[in-house]
T-cell receptor
């Protein structure tokens, strides 16, 4: 079973920041948080990952709470092309296994 | 361009027939994976391979078989023993097996008539 909980769907206005929450209350000290997204009928795309510090790359920012029980993926200026299902995944360090939940369907509205 | 190529994109088969899905990568990655995705659900791991000539079962390997004779290729055979084969199949690769950053192909959608 997935170790993360995400809302099934969210809306966001184009040009605004999209903030996608993820709860991982049972996360262990050696587990990373990964985010992927999947545009309809395509393969998933890696976005970002982190252990305990906040991370930023060209696609998004990842904010992890101090107790590591939850995180937020931030898309700073959402565009229509960001409409996708976003998956939050917890992975044990050094382990190959990714456990995928149902994700959050993010719809960007014009 | 470097990437992962899956073929065919769409495939129809009759019950009782085996079918093989192709996955080729030119990223020089050691590890390759096959996932299955059903509508509205996340991905489930079928098989993975950490290195050439080696592969391990994932969570739902029953009714599937794979081979890894070349680093670039990791074909998946859906056998007649798979009870519910209609699904979206995704192949992925990563530089090593112990990383969570996977590169995915565009998928193959199999429909059993």
């Amino acid at each position: 079973d997935a170790k993360t909980t995400q809302p099934p769907s969210m809306d966001c206005a184009e040009g605004r920041a999209a903030n996608l929450p993820c709860n991982h209350s049972t996360i262990s000290g050696n587990e990373y948080v990964y985010w992927y997204r999947q545009i309809h009928s395509q393969g998933p795309q890696y976005i970002i990952h982190g252990l305990k510090n906040n991370e930023t790359n060209e696609m998004a920012s990842l904010i992890i709470t101090e107790d590591r029980k939850s995180s937020t993926l931030i898309l700073p200026h959402a565009t229509l092309r960001d409409t996708a299902v976003y998956y939050c995944i917890v992975r044990v360090r050094g382990n190959y296994q990714l456990i995928w939940g149902a994700g959050t369907k993010l719809i960007i509205k014009p | 361009d470097g990437g992962i190529t899956q073929s065919p994109k769409y495939l129809f088969r009759k019950e009782g027939q085996n079918v093989t899905l192709s996955c080729e990568q030119n990223l020089n990655h050691d590890a390759m994976y096959w996932y299955r995705q059903d509508p509205g659900q996340g991905l489930r791991l079928i098989y993975y391979s950490q290195i050439v000539n080696d592969f391990q079962k994932g969570d739902i390997a029953e009714g599937y078989s794979v081979s890894r004779e070349k680093k670039e290729s990791f074909p998946l055979t859906v056998t007649s023993a798979q009870k519910n084969p209609t699904a979206f199949y995704l192949c992925a690769s990563s530089p090593q097996a112990n990383t969570g950053e996977l590169f995915f192909g565009e998928g193959s959608r199999l429909t059993v008539l």
